[in-house]
């Protein structure tokens, strides 16, 4: 059965049909031995300038059960980073409920300065020379002269990088499905959609059945995946960033627009659930700012970048939609807004 969403045509499986596979079907044959996903990646690993496993990291509080509102149904296709935010833990690996993971481990505020700790930690290996990589990765990565030191100069980025807030329920069955929409869609950045009985910011995150994905011009922070790459490319903007706010709105979106890895959307074949009620942006962190003050640098930083480097752009439809019609509400978006929430309200409880 196929539905038609925009431009797309997306085919939900009927089970209640079942079609045989043609002769000349790629289906694998006793002589075409099935590559396990496991393997799969282990073999990007090894590929000379493709990205390595992707990583997923799950917040902290450093003393109640790790991992806690993750259902561990099947085996990871990706590397666990565990993120204790108090700073109560030590940094290293681990095996925590049966689960290898890489803990880092800071005592923060907010998450944008968990993005600032991942990106640094994912950094560090891609700045080591040749000579500190293992003989196995110095073999894996030949020059076209033939010569393995200079090609080896840096390792290679995640392939997808994913921040999972620590009162996100979901699985890893459905961290791995996200993992392969996003492959076989040739996504950039992407996230689960949100569950009708999770708190939210964004009604465009609910979730909507009988999808499988739907384009969006971004993603909030609270569960995103992001290419290797891209998430590194805002290494430097992270830094100075405590609540996280504007990182998703406008640096993200600026630098995918800039780097061509345009392909964003919300999954609504994945669907997780958010467990504690969203947090005032009303805070004064430590570096004097509140959190939309924050976002309002970063919007700053992301028009200087537009100027800098691709100014074309603002004359595009995308940073009509993201910079200035979002931005500025008549008193009939004003009420629409005001109404929206009590709205949807009402609509979950009749539904």
Same mark, same amino acid.
Request: hydrophobic residues 40%; charged residues 20%.
């Given at each position: 059965?196929?539905?038609?969403?925009?431009?797309?045509?997306?085919?939900?499986?009927?089970?209640?049909?079942?079609?045989?596979?043609?002769?000349?079907?790629?289906a694998p044959t006793p002589s075409t031995p099935l590559v396990q996903p496991e393997r799969q990646a282990a073999s990007l690993?090894?590929?000379? @300038?493709?990205?390595? %496993?992707?990583? =997923?990291?799950?917040?902290?509080?450093? &003393?109640?059960? #790790?991992?806690?509102?993750?259902?561990l149904d099947a085996t990871p296709e990706f590397d666990w980073v565990l993120f204790d935010y108090t700073g109560r833990q030590a940094a290293g690996p681990r095996t925590l409920r049966g689960q290898s993971v890489t803990v880092l481990s800071a005592a923060t505020e907010c998450k944008g300065e968990i993005y600032h700790h991942l990106a640094e930690h994912l950094?560090?290996?891609?700045?080591?020379?040749?000579?500190?990589?293992?003989?196995?990765?110095?073999?894996?990565h030949p020059s076209a002269s033939g010569s393995t030191a200079a090609s080896a100069t840096h390792a290679a980025p995640p392939e997808y990088v994913s921040l999972i807030d620590d009162d996100i329920l979901i699985s890893v069955s459905q961290l791995n499905?996200?993992?392969?929409? @996003?492959?076989?869609? %040739?996504?950039? =950045?992407?996230?689960?959609?949100?569950? &009708?009985?999770? #708190?939210?910011?964004?009604?465009?995150?609910?979730?909507?059945?009988?999808?499988?994905?739907?384009?969006?011009?971004?993603?909030?922070?609270?569960?995103?995946?992001?290419r290797g790459d891209l998430f590194l490319a805002g290494r430097a903007h992270y830094r100075d960033n405590i609540s996280s706010w504007g990182i998703d709105r406008f640096l993200i979106p600026?630098?995918?627009?800039?780097?061509?890895?345009?392909?964003?959307?919300?999954?609504?074949?994945?669907?997780?659930?958010?467990?504690?009620?969203?947090?005032?942006?009303?805070?004064?962190?430590?570096?004097?700012?509140?959190a939309w003050q924050e976002r309002q640098v970063l919007r700053q930083a992301s028009l200087d970048l537009i100027d800098q480097q691709q100014p074309?752009?603002?004359?595009?439809?995308?940073?009509?939609?993201?910079?200035?019609?979002?931005?500025? &509400?008549?008193?009939?978006?004003?009420?629409?807004?005001r109404l929206a929430r009590p709205v949807a309200d009402w609509l979950d409880a009749w539904s």
């Open positions: 059965m196929a539905r038609r969403s925009g431009r797309r045509t997306f085919f939900i499986p009927d089970s209640s049909v079942t079609a045989p596979i043609p002769a000349s079907s790629s690993d090894a590929s000379a @300038g493709l990205p390595t %496993r992707p990583v =997923v990291l799950v917040s902290w509080d450093g &003393h109640s059960t #790790p991992l806690a509102l993750i259902h950094a560090e290996p891609l700045a080591k020379p040749s000579a500190d990589l293992p003989a196995a990765a110095l073999d894996a499905t996200a993992l392969h929409l @996003g492959r076989v869609e %040739r996504l950039d =950045v992407f996230s689960p959609s949100l569950s &009708h009985d999770s #708190p939210f910011s964004h009604q465009w995150m609910r979730h909507q059945p009988n999808r499988v994905y739907r384009e969006v011009d971004w993603v909030e922070v609270m569960m995103p995946f992001y600026t630098l995918q627009q800039l780097r061509g890895q345009t392909r964003t959307a919300l999954l609504d074949a994945v669907m997780a659930s958010h467990r504690r009620p969203v947090t005032s942006g009303g805070k004064v962190y430590r570096n004097g700012r509140t074309a752009l603002r004359q595009s439809a995308w940073f009509h939609r993201l910079f200035i019609a979002r931005e500025t &509400h008549n008193k009939w978006q004003r009420l629409k807004r």
